[in-house]
T-cell receptor, first 111, second 115 residues
Framework: EDKVVQSPLSLVVHEGDTVTLNCSYEVTNFRSLLWYKQEKKAPTFLFMLTSSGIEKKSGRLSSILDKKELFSILNITATQTGDSAVYLCAAPGTSGSRLTFGEGTQLTVNP | NAGVMQNPRHLVRRRGQEARLRCSPMKGHSHVYWYRQLPEEGLKFMVYLQKENIIDESGMPKERFSAEFPKEGPSILRIQQVVRGDSAAYFC?????????????FGSGTRLTVV
């Protein structure tokens, strides 16, 4: 059975801090790993990673994949209160029709 | 272009009643996926449908739960004889084609509370 594990489960920081969220996976026929941001409503897509060592960047957010060690990290620099959310990591299974999600990391950024 | 529309946003049912959750996919999307999010947990896959077909229901409980995606109208997730453990957020996602997880768009979810 495919498995995705995120850590930490929750994190509280102050504005301006840099955070690193972790995601490890055990997926048969791995093809990609996705990151989402969820703010009490619909998860919104952040990144899809398919290749090791290639950083994807969007503003203050960046993510990288290590296919040898089977993990990914999501970095957020200069955090803002608007970054407070649950960050979800997911991987599609062999059939492609289902995503296996981690439990999420609840990030709280205090002013 | 409206996103994935789910309704109702909140639904309260007494134990033993039926719950019907609706999902209208994005225009042009013919693939629909339902996920359930229990409190303090990640999303868990339930079922994947295309128009008039259930493709993968391996995540659906064997009893009381059913899903459909008719030729016309929204996809429906139906829970019969609800129990307290069914209380959760139910999310629908749609995509334009199979095997394109980066193309998933999620709806805002239906929060079901069973009292």
């Amino acid at each position: 059975e495919d498995k995705v594990v995120q850590s930490p489960l929750s994190l509280v920081v102050h504005e301006g801090d840099t955070v690193t969220l972790n995601c490890s996976y055990e997926v048969t026929n791995f093809r990609s790993l996705l990151w989402y941001k969820q703010e009490k409503k619909a998860p919104t897509f952040l990144f899809m990673l398919t290749s090791s060592g290639i950083e994807k960047k969007s503003g203050r957010l960046s993510s990288i994949l290590d296919k040898k060690e089977l993990f990914s990290i999501l970095n957020i620099t200069a955090t803002q209160t608007g970054d407070s959310a649950v960050y979800l990591c997911a991987a599609p299974g062999t059939s492609g029709s289902r995503l296996t999600f981690g439990e999420g990391t609840q990030l709280t950024v205090n002013p | 272009n409206a996103g994935v529309m789910q309704n109702p946003r909140h639904l309260v049912r007494r134990r033993g009643q039926e719950a019907r959750l609706r999902c209208s996919p994005m225009k042009g999307h013919s693939h629909v996926y339902w996920y359930r999010q229990l409190p303090e947990e990640g999303l868990k896959f339930m079922v994947y449908l295309q128009k008039e077909n259930i493709i993968d229901e391996s995540g659906m409980p064997k009893e009381r739960f059913s899903a459909e995606f008719p030729k016309e109208g929204p996809s429906i997730l139906r829970i019969q004889q609800v129990v307290r453990g069914d209380s959760a957020a139910y999310f629908c996602a749609s995509s334009p084609q199979f095997d394109s997880p980066e193309g998933y768009t999620f709806g805002s979810g239906t929060r079901l509370t069973v009292v």
